[in-house]
């Protein structure tokens, strides 16, 4: 039975994450709303959400937004989309985001809010995405997050979870804060670990160091998690540039500890999951090759630290992406090819 105490919780993106989410959440007895787009929005309506996790099925019914209005009286937003199509998920559906609106992007890579003007690049009306994000989405209301689920979707409304199921949250100024633990418990009820940080910029940096080198190597190698990491090249490869990356966090200023190593063990939690990359280039959709390594290399560019195994690396995979033989229509293409 639905709790009147649980929050009202808000999904945008109805993909891999965003679906794990809403299931799990509805599943826990939440309040939830999923907003979508057209096609996923009217199989959800007729047909709910299937998750597979751990071996164990959760069919769950939740509304479906069907206008910024909708998410207006939410307590929590989780935002599930690809880095690139996060501007405008965010037009579309928080242009107006009331002050009682905790929003949560669930999304790899280093984000808008990371490090004010670091990675701006121009935009035809002069601002930078990071500046419009920053607007739309005031830092007082976010959470940051590290997600560390893997899940893949296999048709609109369906999803499939990996071995991970956890997210780490945190106030931006690692402050604590009741709606942090209002939403780590929510988050438990559901059947997720959640860790609120105090260190939320480093723990974001973590994740997104693992992406920069796991996911462009999965396109690049064809492999699962489990395959790279037991592959002697490819695990060196990594082991380089998590060194890197590890540098150049240190050179922002994170209190980083972990050793390149150290780092590598950590990826093992992540099973044979295949990467959300990977998935995309096999499903001819375009890649977060700009927001999970692009930016990396971007950064390492303006704070003068040399990155060559990722440079590298970055230039493949932006290869890859635009060469992609699986790529459905060229219009896929265009996001990537003006970058
Ligand atoms: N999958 C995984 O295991 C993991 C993923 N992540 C990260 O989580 C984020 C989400 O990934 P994932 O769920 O895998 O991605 P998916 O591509 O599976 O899902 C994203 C969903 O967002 C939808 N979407 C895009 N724009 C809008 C919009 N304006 N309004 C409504 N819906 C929109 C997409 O629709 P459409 O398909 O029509 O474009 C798609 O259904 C990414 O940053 C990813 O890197 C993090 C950890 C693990
Ligand atoms: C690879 C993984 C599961 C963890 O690093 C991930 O975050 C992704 O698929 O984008």
Redesign the pocket.
């Known amino acids: 039975m639905r709790s009147q105490t649980l929050p009202r919780v808000g999904i945008i993106g109805a993909g891999a994450i965003g679906c794990t989410l809403a299931a799990r959440f509805a599943n826990g007895g939440c309040d939830v709303k999923l907003a979508a787009r057209a096609e996923a929005a009217a199989t959800i309506r007729r047909q709910g959400l299937h998750l597979t996790a751990s071996g164990t099925e959760i069919a769950a019914q939740v509304a479906v937004a069907k206008s910024p209005q909708d998410l207006l009286d939410r307590d929590y937003v989780f935002i599930a989309v690809k880095q690139q199509a996060l501007l405008a998920a965010v037009r579309d559906w928080l242009p107006k985001l009331p002050e009682t609106v905790v929003v949560i992007p669930a999304i790899?890579g280093i984000p808008w809010w990371f490090l004010p003007n670091a990675q701006a690049s121009s935009t035809p009306s002069g601002k930078t995405p990071e500046v419009e994000l920053a607007a739309l989405l005031p830092a007082a209301q976010i959470l940051g997050t590290a997600?560390?689920?893997?899940a893949y979707s296999t048709a609109h409304g369906v999803a499939v979870q990996?071995t991970?199921n956890r997210l780490i949250i945190g106030e931006l100024d690692g402050s604590s804060s009741a709606r942090a633990e209002v939403l780590k418990t929510t988050c438990m009820a559901a059947g997720m670990d959640c860790d609120i940080s105090t260190a939320i910029r480093l723990d974001v940096w973590m994740?997104a160091v693992?992406?920069a080198v796991?996911?462009p190597l999965?396109v690049l190698s064809g492999g699962d998690?489990a395959s790279m990491l037991a592959d002697e090249h490819i695990s060196e490869l990594a082991l380089h540039m998590l060194r890197e990356s590890l540098a150049l966090g240190r050179r922002i200023g994170l209190p980083i500890d972990s050793s390149a190593e150290e780092r590598l063990e950590r990826?093992r939690s992540?099973g044979n999951?295949?990467?959300?990359?990977?998935?995309d280039y096999l499903k001819g959709k375009p890649l977060?090759v700009e927001a999970?390594i692009g930016a990396m290399v971007r950064l390492g560019r303006q704070y003068e630290t040399k990155m060559p195994f990722t440079e590298a690396i970055y230039g493949l995979v932006r290869s890859a992406s635009l060469n992609n033989p699986f790529l459905r229509t060229t219009s896929n293409t265009t996001e990537e090819k003006t970058k």
Do not use: D
Request: no cysteine.
């Open positions: 790899n997600v560390y689920l893997t990996g991970r994740k693992g992406n796991f996911n999965s998690m990826a992540a999951a295949q990467t959300s990359m990977l998935q977060e999970i």
